[in-house]
């Protein structure tokens, strides 16, 4: 019926519980395909993989990138419908179903079904605030509502027909290829987000997204990409609000490494962008990056003064044996 492709480079430490909660999602009866793409690792991959015997499909292939796994998953999956899961993260109990029972109450032409995620460390414990009450209802995005922020996990169940169509993944991004994904398939066929958690997201300070210059610049990558397809056509207030959020975000990882007076210097790109953006389209509080903006140059300043003290501490130590 659906087919969970699991692709993996190096994760082999990570990789037995991302299995583990695919192989459980044939509960009650319902079925799937556990398929686990290998992509050139050179860990215990293999033997982690191997270990499960029948319970799934285990295939490697020279190193060729997250995209390109992918999209040969697709093509050798035994199912039409497919679900990708990240070889560091989990599955809750019946996420694969639920994700299921929405795609067939949903309006006809749905080509994607996402869900949402919950944010835990290495040891899958929950980081920041808790998640929000789930309420099981579906909503519908546009392409646009996407080119303004990123709006699905990668978790997402998908009719591999409509991607395999439009090219699959991108290969030349080397993050946010699944949010270009998604994008381009909104610009053609339907959409939705089911307001359910199905997904534990390991942010285990590996991850791509952690990469802040990686991740800023394959964000703008994918807003050109946008604003290229003819599908879409967007205007140039789109773009702007889309390019003042991606500032506002890339901010935002670069504070969370530390890095206050980048992350002041991206929030001041953002307002310079757009000074006024709607935060009903962007989830961004009127003000708050104005207010965001003094509070990183402060956090800059005392990080600034506290290494200047640390070093004069050490130059005194070290002249007073």
């Known amino acids: 019926m659906i087919s969970i492709i699991i692709p993996c480079y190096n994760y082999a430490h990570y990789l037995a519980d991302a299995v583990e909660s695919a192989i459980q999602q044939r509960q009650?009866?319902?079925?799937?395909?556990?398929?686990?793409m290998d992509d050139g690792s050179t860990d215990e991959t293999s033997r982690v993989a191997t270990g499960f015997g029948d319970a799934i499909r285990y295939v490697k292939?020279?190193?060729?990138?997250?995209?390109?796994?992918?999209?040969?998953?697709?093509?050798?999956?035994?199912?039409?419908?497919?679900?990708?899961?990240?070889?560091?993260?989990?599955?809750?109990?019946?996420a694969v179903k639920a994700l299921w029972e929405a795609w067939q109450q949903a309006p006809r032409g749905l080509a994607v079904m996402a869900g949402r995620e919950v944010?835990?460390?290495?040891?899958m414990h929950p980081k920041g605030p808790q998640a929000q009450e789930e309420t099981g209802q579906?909503?519908?995005?546009?392409?646009?509502?996407?080119v303004v922020r990123n709006r699905f996990a990668p978790a997402v169940l998908a009719d591999k027909r409509v991607l395999l169509e439009l090219g699959g993944f991108e290969s030349g991004l080397r993050a946010s290829e699944d949010r270009d994904m998604w994008i381009r398939v909104a610009a053609r066929h339907r959409v939705a987000k089911l307001d359910k958690i199905i997904l534990w997201k390991r942010d285990h300070g590996g991850n791509m997204s952690r990469a802040a210059h990686r991740q800023t610049e394959c964000i703008r990558q994918v807003i050109a990409r946008a604003a290229a397809n003819t599908d879409l056509k967007l205007n140039s207030r789109d773009l702007r609000t889309a390019v003042a959020v991606c500032w506002y975000q890339s901010a935002l990882m670069f504070a969370e490494g530390g890095q206050f007076g980048m992350a002041a210097w991206r929030m001041l790109c953002s307002i310079a962008t757009a000074p006024l953006i709607s935060s009903k389209q962007t989830s961004i509080a009127f003000f708050s990056r104005s207010r965001a903006v003094a509070r990183l140059a402060l956090a800059s300043l005392r990080n600034q003064w506290v290494l200047s003290s640390c070093r004069k501490t050490s130059l005194t130590c070290h002249g007073n044996p």
């Open 61 to 94: 292939q020279a190193n060729a990138g997250l995209s390109a796994t992918r999209n040969q998953g697709m093509r050798i999956a035994a199912n039409d419908l497919v679900v990708f899961l990240d070889a560091d993260d989990v599955f809750l109990p019946g």
């Open 138 to 146: 579906i909503q519908e995005f546009s392409a646009y509502d996407l």
């Open 28 to 36: 009650d009866g319902f079925q799937v395909e556990v398929l686990v």
């Open 119 to 123: 944010v835990v460390d290495a040891q």
